[in-house]
């Protein structure tokens, strides 16, 4: 009897249940139904809302504080990491530089704010998923962390932060932007020279994401490549000035990935010969790209030096290149005389009279470099301050300065040796009425070096004279000797 009743009750039991149980089913069914229409409606966003607070991916320590000394604290710390290619701390500077926390008004700088913006997007670290797993239904293989979905918001609103720096600029401060990304992706090696030539290959996504990264097509705002989506997204109020920032060009793609084979990159060699495969007539470019490849120099000799209102240097503050570099460097103390970068010194203000020795500087003078440079204030004259100190004499005009590192390059004393570079320097100090430039330029023209400047007698002549003209000795009595010689020849 009480087995009976026992059943009866747990029959009952189960019946008062069925309805929540239904109702469970049904709410659980409605939920799903909302997920695939919400996925149906939105394509592929990963993110939840469109508020940052939800969304953002956490940031690195702020060091930004009411003081002058804490801002600059942090921007230094937050462009040493953003220089080595930190995604987190380059999405902060462009947040910072486009001053939008009051605190930074102090420190606004479009152009600079863009550079750091193109610098997260053109980083994989923004959109090369962490763990990948199939969802199901119509996601398929989907990032399946919330680090893996915060970093496409990130990417989309520095997309549309971009698009409005840009759409805001003149042509000239958007090649502005376009140069200093290329200075300081040239500064980071083979892996640099990768993005850029990725940057430049219409196989790509715009900032160089692979075309079929599902977070790097919502990110930019739309779902597919080409030209047709690009217009879509220009009148859906997508990024059209961030997707037009680096033009495509197969000559330019080669380009840079020659630049990262040079460094003796193995793995950027495989990924050269796989873009002269990918697409119809790119080998044929080599022979051009390999003469092109000689004469490139980057757009700056380091980061631009025009400090904002808060004084905080711009500087190349990018890791050294290797042994050649060190190496290089190592023959500053030995094969360059003192004086010269003492010249510098004084063009620059931090001196007044020319120092004959290192030892002759004040822990003062040389902390005041160091300052400008944005380095530590070790109050320590390095070989590599004593290298910076006559580039910034050279960016900054001085015609002996120019000319020094012109040598410096020829020779590979204090950088490793590059005759595209000195081309350059020797151009800039002869343009300023260097005799020993003019002289040191007629030479590249009598000779001619492959790539850099092609033999031309006849400006090979007119250096030669031109430096006689200004007093250079060299040039003087060679000049007066082919004078001679062509009296002798008239005589007889």
């Known amino acids: 009897m009480r087995d009976r009743e026992g059943m009866d009750e747990h029959r009952a039991r189960n019946r008062a249940r069925a309805p ?149 600029m003149t042509r000239e401060e958007q090649e502005q932007v376009r140069d200093r990304i290329v200075y300081v992706l040239s500064t980071q090696d083979a892996a640099g020279y990768r993005t850029l030539a990725r940057l430049h290959d219409s196989l790509y996504g715009p900032f160089g994401e692979p075309a079929d990264n599902r977070q790097a097509r919502e990110a930019v705002g739309r779902r597919g490549g080409g030209d047709q989506n690009r217009n879509r997204s220009r009148r859906a109020g997508g990024a059209p000035a961030a997707v037009n920032l680096f033009q495509r060009n197969d000559v330019d793609a080669y380009l840079y990935n020659y630049l990262a084979v040079q460094t003796g990159d193995v793995g950027a060699y495989v990924l050269l010969k796989d873009f002269e495969q990918s697409s119809p007539g790119r080998s044929q470019y080599g022979r051009f790209v390999e003469a092109k490849a000689r004469q490139w120099t980057p757009p700056f000799e380091f980061y631009p030096n025009k400090a904002p209102a808060s004084g905080v240097p711009f500087s190349d503050e990018s890791r050294p290149r290797g042994d050649a570099y060190e190496y290089a460097l190592s023959r500053m103390a030995t094969e360059l005389p003192f004086v010269h970068v003492g010249r510098a010194l004084r063009y620059l203000g931090i001196v007044e009279t020319v120092p004959a020795l290192a030892e002759d500087l004040s822990k003062r003078q040389v902390e005041t470099l160091e300052a400008m440079l944005g380095h530590p204030m070790e109050g320590r004259f390095s070989h590599l301050e004593r290298v910076r100190a006559i580039q910034l004499a050279a960016v900054n005009g001085s015609s002996e300065a120019q000319l020094v590192l012109a040598v410096m390059y020829s020779e590979g004393i204090g950088v490793p040796a590059d005759y595209a570079r000195a081309f350059h320097w020797y151009n800039e100090a002869a343009k300023q009425g260097s005799p020993e430039a003019k002289f040191a330029l007629s030479t590249f023209f009598a000779l001619g070096v492959a790539g850099v400047a092609d033999q031309d007698k006849a400006e090979a002549v007119v250096q030669r004279i031109e430096s006689a003209l200004s007093g250079f000795g060299p040039s003087a009595s060679r000049l007066q000797a082919v004078l001679a010689q062509v009296s002798r020849s008239q005589r007889r």
Request: glycine residues 10%; aromatic residues 12%.
């Open 20 to 168: 929540l149980a239904a109702a469970a089913a049904v709410a659980v069914l409605a939920v799903a139904a909302i997920s695939v229409t919400s996925c149906q409606d939105q394509g592929m966003q990963f993110w939840r809302g469109g508020d940052a607070s939800s969304n953002a991916c956490p940031r690195p320590p702020s060091f930004t504080g009411p003081e002058f000394n804490a801002q600059e604290t942090g921007l230094r710390y937050l462009r040493r990491a953003a220089f080595r290619g930190d995604f987190f701390a380059q999405l902060e500077l462009g947040s910072r530089y486009s001053a939008l926390r009051a605190t930074d008004k102090n420190i606004e700088d479009p152009i600079e704010s863009a550079v750091w913006y193109g610098m997260a997007l053109a980083n994989d670290q923004g959109y090369a998923p962490i763990n990948r797993v199939d969802r199901g239904g119509f996601g398929g293989w989907r990032p399946l962390s919330r680090y893996d979905d915060c970093r496409a918001f990130e990417r989309h609103t520095a997309y549309q932060r971009l698009n409005r720096l840009l759409g805001q």
